[in-house]
């Protein structure tokens, strides 16, 4: 069993930037993909960006492509998202997964099956 606990989610205005952050315990071994994901006010949860833990290699929503950076840091075990230029629409709640992926690390939900508590992000 995986344990994520997100943080760094708050209010920023239109154009400024926060940086999210995951950490992982517990049985960690058998996973190789983690991304970020994110569920606006009344739509459905949707792929921000991923990444294979192994390789480092990422995938990014065409929305907040060139605007945000994942990133693993294998030694603490934590996954980053810096997110730049935020806009209204990047509002929700920000949601690490974790997961076994054949090929690259989808942007599905459905693909994952380890999901921390989420934590909001607001922008004005």
């Known amino acids: 069993h995986v344990q994520l606990v997100e943080s760094g989610g708050g209010s920023v205005q239109a154009g400024g930037s926060l940086t999210l952050s995951c950490v992982a315990s517990?049985?960690?071994?058998?996973?190789?993909?983690m991304g970020w994901f994110r569920q606006g006010p009344g739509k459905d949860r949707e792929g921000v960006a991923t990444?294979?833990?192994?390789?480092?290699?990422?995938n990014y929503a065409r929305s907040v492509k060139d605007r945000f950076i994942i990133s693993w840091d294998n030694a603490k075990k934590t996954l980053s998202l810096q997110m730049h230029s935020l806009q209204p629409e990047d509002t929700g709640v920000y949601y690490c997964?974790?997961?076994?992926?054949?090929?690259?690390?989808?942007?599905?939900?459905?693909?994952?099956?380890?999901w921390g508590q989420g934590t909001q992000v607001t922008v004005s």
């Open positions: 997964a974790a997961g076994f992926l054949l090929g690259v690390a989808s942007l599905s939900p459905s693909r994952y099956d380890n």
């Open positions: 517990g049985k960690f071994g058998s996973l190789n993909s």
């Open positions: 990444l294979r833990t192994s390789s480092g290699a990422t």
